[in-house]
T-cell receptor, first 115, second 112 residues
Framework: NAGVMQNPRHLVRRRGQEARLRCSPM?????VYWYRQLPEEGLKFMVY????????ESGMPKERFSAEFPKEGPSILRIQQVVRGDSAAYFC?????????????FGPGTRLTVT | DAKTTQPPSMDCAEGRAANLPCNHS???????VYWYRQIHSQGPQYIIH???NNETNEMASLIITEDRKSSTLILPHATLRDTAVYYC?????????????FGQGTRLTINP
């Protein structure tokens, strides 16, 4: 049973370009979470999505960042007009159900470097 | 979500039990205690969670005090591959409050 898949694993973008990060949850999981880890810092929640719905986006920057989880296909975290401060590791996690007792399983992350 | 307090770092000898403490004195009755770890820039790995009873799985044991204000994660026979940052997270069961709030964790180093 494959775990959470993220691609690309490494992404280099120039300032002003767009970055698209993809996350395929574990089989049977319909809840997806995105977290960001800046260099030498802890993990910070960004957004929580269920199929076709954003449930909690309290950690998303107000501008340039968006996320979706369509009915078919992976979840996408999109960063428009990237800046150097967006350089970080972006982790996706998935869970099978709502409710605090259901653990989240993380993918290997996408390391974004903005030059 | 309740705040947790963990020592910033710990050392343990290979083959010995590693006991990682966590204080969560403001935990409420409907909040679980979760443990995750992150091995050098990899994605966090779920270890174990519990509400009020002690729990054990193939990775670790979780001991929660009777008043639930603190807990201890036990790795019974630590190996070099257990070197990682360990996060203790308290999380409620309120609908929609699903995010994990990571603190600074404990950097555990297993020494040969």
């Amino acid at each position: 049973n494959a775990g959470v898949m993220q691609n690309p694993r490494h992404l280099v973008r120039r300032r002003g370009q767009e970055a698209r990060l993809r996350c395929s949850p574990m089989k049977g999981h319909s809840h997806v979470y995105w977290y960001r880890q800046l260099p030498e810092e802890g993990l910070k929640f960004m957004v929580y999505l269920q199929k076709e719905n954003i449930i909690d986006e309290s950690g998303m920057p107000k501008e340039r960042f968006s996320a979706e989880f369509p009915k078919e296909g992976p979840s996408i975290l999109r960063i428009q007009q990237v800046v150097r401060g967006d350089s970080a590791a972006y982790f996706c996690a998935s869970s099978s159900r709502d409710g605090s007792s259901y653990e989240q399983y993380f993918g290997p992350g996408t390391r974004l470097t903005v030059t | 979500d309740a705040k947790t307090t963990q020592p910033p770092s710990m050392d343990c000898a290979e083959g010995r039990a590693a006991n990682l403490p966590c204080n969560h004195s403001t935990i409420s009755g409907n909040e679980y205690v979760y443990w995750y770890r992150q091995i050098h820039s990899q994605g966090p790995q779920y270890i174990i969670h519990g509400l009020k009873n002690n729990e054990t799985n193939e990775m670790a044991s979780l001991i929660i005090t009777e008043d639930r204000k603190s807990s201890t994660l036990i790795l019974p026979h630590a190996t070099l591959r257990d070197t990682a940052v360990y996060y203790c997270i308290v999380r409620g069961i309120i609908q929609g409050a699903q995010k994990l709030v990571f603190g600074q964790g404990t950097r555990l180093t297993i020494n040969p």
